[in-house]
């Protein structure tokens, strides 16, 4: 028998039974949307992670951080502390190992912003101009990065800094009343003081006014200078675009090293290491320094050679493996639950396939008297089954896009995981597998009713008719 006549009798037999054949393939698209929209959440996640990487530095880039640190001087793959600073020498030997394509270092303090009634904390990171480009920060429209050669701080704004400002007076900010400050940070110049301590003690009594203690022990007053200081830029976005940068005034780090050596003269510096006496140490350290590899394959093995130097390193390669892990397990369990209804739907398969041999007892035994083989009957019913799990796989692939709209449309991935993007995510090769895993199903599910089929005497069927 030809596989032209074996599909045309298929499709004759499962159009003959409408009702049952719809209620069969219904099964089958409800659990094909199962599997493919849970799947899909997992999927959601993991390309949401992706793209927050990707706007983080990628997946090549290494975060070197060194002894004294603000973010981070312990390394758990050695259980010790940092030993080692990070310093324009060091600077030169990481920028020197073998597959580190450039090495940027970064300073990282802090400042108070004043504006009229307003005054807010600054997470300020001093970087270099090619670092700023490498992280292909999205400025709005007039916006460029500060001139390294203008001697004067100029900062680029991320996105959410007016959050972080409130009323002096205690009227509260952005967290307690929802509503952001008056401020342009593109247009209006800022006040900016680096040496908070002494401002805050010049807010108490006059005899609390910047008291602090010179080398002999006398008492000296220190007034906390103010900086005027304007925007070269603001980060692209609004209050729910998060980014790496979102909550940090970005400079150039010389011209924000050489401001901190004034301001702090014969003082330590907040965020720099000090000798054993609280004095300043000669030379200036950084507080973290920026690798990109050459390729994502030696981050691994260059992030062990740093460790191995004496330092404390963070890859986004460690975090997407160990994200990956529990988003595979993530995954697994949702598909689960969605292979549950498939199954239900491969027990539907079975039960109309056996339902229809015993309707068709007397064609099965004329199609063995006229010569028909037992392989074409095993095909004839199994044919049945896959058209029932491919149609299925179809429809549920159909619906499941209609239901991953709708979920996007209604529910955020940054509402829920605090990573922008769509939560739930189809790509081609899931609508693919699923409609080939329904067939598969389908054909599995069918297969004792068409060995059923095989093994019946064509005598016996026709007589039983």
Request: charged share 20%; proline share 3%.
């Amino acid at each position: 028998m030809r596989w032209s006549d074996l599909l045309r009798m298929s499709l004759g037999s499962l159009r003959r039974r409408k009702l049952r054949t719809f209620l069969t393939i219904l099964g089958v698209v409800i659990g094909t949307t199962s599997i493919v929209v849970m799947i899909s959440l997992g999927l959601g996640l993991q390309e949401s992670m992706y793209r927050q990487v990707e706007e983080s530095g990628g997946t090549t880039t290494l975060t070197v951080y060194g002894k004294d640190n603000a973010f981070m001087s312990y390394s758990p793959e050695s259980e010790e502390e940092t030993d080692q600073y990070l310093t324009d020498e060091a600077l030169d030997s990481l920028a020197a190992l073998e597959h580190v394509e450039s090495a940027y270092p970064r300073i990282s303090t802090s400042g108070l912003a004043l504006k009229g009634r307003y005054e807010g904390y600054l997470e300020i990171i001093g970087m270099t101009r090619e670092d700023m480009e490498a992280q292909k920060i999205k400025l709005n429209p007039g916006g460029t990065f500060p001139d390294p050669d203008s001697g004067e701080l100029s900062f680029v704004f991320g996105n959410m800094v007016l959050m972080n400002f409130n009323e002096k007076n205690g009227g509260g900010g952005y967290w307690e009343t929802g509503e952001l400050p008056d401020i342009d940070l593109q247009n209006d110049q800022l006040f900016l003081i680096l040496d908070q301590d002494s401002y805050y003690a010049s807010q108490g009594s006059p005899m609390e006014m910047g008291d602090m203690s010179g080398d002999d022990g006398s008492s000296v007053r220190r007034i906390p200078k103010k900086y005027v200081v304007s925007a070269s830029g603001v980060i692209a976005g609004g209050e729910n675009d998060y980014n790496e940068f979102s909550y940090s005034a970005l400079c150039d780090i010389t011209t924000l090293k050489e401001t901190l050596q004034k301001e702090f003269r014969g003082r330590a510096i907040p965020g720099q290491p000090t000798t054993d006496n609280g004095k300043p140490m000669k030379e200036f350290m950084y507080s973290s320094v920026i690798l990109r590899a050459d390729d994502m394959d030696h981050v691994n093995d260059l992030a062990q050679t740093i460790r191995n130097m004496g330092y404390t390193v963070n890859t986004n390669m460690e975090l997407i493996e160990g994200m990956q892990k529990t988003l595979l397990m993530v995954q697994a369990v949702l598909g689960g639950i969605g292979a549950v209804a498939l199954l239900v739907a491969a027990i539907g398969i079975t039960n109309t396939m056996m339902m229809s041999i015993y309707e068709r007892t007397k064609e099965i035994g004329i199609m063995k008297v006229i010569g028909c083989s037992l392989r074409n009957i095993r095909q004839l019913f199994l044919l049945e089954a896959a058209f029932i799990g491919l149609i299925g796989g179809i429809v549920g692939n159909i619906l499941s896009l209609i239901l991953s709209a709708v979920i996007n449309l209604f529910v955020s991935s940054e509402s829920l995981t605090g990573m922008p993007g769509s939560i739930s995510y189809i790509p081609f090769w899931l609508m693919l597998a699923s409609s080939a895993f329904a067939v598969l199903v389908g054909m599995a599910a069918g297969y004792f009713p068409a060995v059923r089929a095989m093994k019946l005497s064509p005598l016996a069927a026709i007589r039983g008719e």
